[in-house]
């Protein structure tokens, strides 16, 4: 398998005492912007029961803001790991490799990822992750609480690579705009996609998306001028885009290579009530 792609993954470190404060973060009550920038040493955070590993925290449940999902990039050192990774029973999971190399262990079968490897962990799934590698990992983990549904069963576990998958073209677009889709979208045993959107120069999403779905967006390569709530921002290769259900969408690939992201969001489920408390 050959890889034909390239993806960002935070460098660390701090940056120097001479640079400018201002950056392009912000939140709103709409969406959030996290750009590639923040990811310093000073904003990891660590788990129990893991070896050798430190994590970028860029998407949680707040609050009256995104409610649905976690999303984590993970370092994982060589030699490091853990035989415990996942501590909620109601929790599924994305994994996505960005670079290096680690081995999952799924139900006690051994996978091999590497970069553009994908991993989906059904709740209640026994496994681990270790890097018997010499250089770090970085992966996506991306975490949703499974909506149970009575008459469908949970969805298996699967790894594959993206590389192994064909982008679908967005109809009537001359394949400017394409989806790799790791998950039928007529299955609706899941509840949430994580997929990964490619933008030829010059594609566009040509209206403002206006929907239920809660996204959360990762840039893996290029760039674009997204509208957002009526407000435009630049995004490139790691930045992160958080994007609150309803909130207004569309986007403009600038070049002068392919804009690429990998897609959160809920699906396939009706929409929970806040029912009274008397």
Same mark, same amino acid.
């Given at each position: ?20 404060? !201002? ?10 912007? @996290?750009?590639?920038?923040?990811? !310093?040493? @000073? ?35 060589? =030699? ?32 091999? *990822? ?70 039928? !979208? ?51 290769? =790691? ?10 969408? !569309? ?5 002068? =290579? ?12 009706? *929409? ?7």
């Amino acid at each position: 398998m050959t890889n034909k792609h390239s993806y960002y993954s935070p460098q660390g470190g701090l940056p120097p005492q001479t640079q400018l404060l !201002s950056d392009r973060a912000v939140l709103t009550e709409a969406y959030a912007i @996290i750009p590639k920038g923040v990811y !310093s040493d @000073i904003v990891t955070s660590f788990l129990p029961f893991w070896e050798g590993m430190r994590m970028w925290v860029i998407a949680r449940p707040l609050s009256g803001f995104s409610e649905t999902f976690s999303q984590y990039i993970v370092e994982i050192e060589a =030699g490091g790991g853990s035989n415990k990774p996942e501590l909620d029973p109601a929790a599924q999971g994305v994994l996505f490799v960005v670079a290096g190399e680690m081995d999952i262990t799924i139900e006690g079968e051994k996978h091999h *990822m590497t970069e553009g490897g994908y991993a989906y962990l059904p709740p209640k799934c026994n496994w681990t992750v270790h890097n018997n590698g010499n250089q770090p990992v970085k992966f996506h983990w991306v975490r949703k609480a499974y909506q149970y549904v009575e008459g469908l069963e949970v969805p298996e576990a699967f790894v594959t690579n993206e590389n192994d998958i064909e982008p679908i073209p967005m109809p009537e677009t001359d394949d400017a705009w394409a989806t790799t889709r790791f998950v039928d !979208s007529t299955d609706m045993r899941h509840d949430m996609h994580v997929n990964i959107v490619t933008f030829q120069p010059g594609g566009v999403i040509p209206f403002d998306e206006t929907h239920v779905m809660e996204h959360g967006l990762y840039v893996l390569e290029g760039k674009a001028v997204y509208h957002l709530n009526q407000q435009w921002v630049e995004v490139e290769a =790691g930045d992160f885009m958080w994007l609150r259900a309803f909130c207004p969408q !569309s986007c403009y690939a600038g070049g002068p =290579g392919p804009f690429r992201y990998l897609l959160y969001k809920d699906v396939n489920r009706h *929409m929970p009530f806040i029912r009274p408390t008397n």
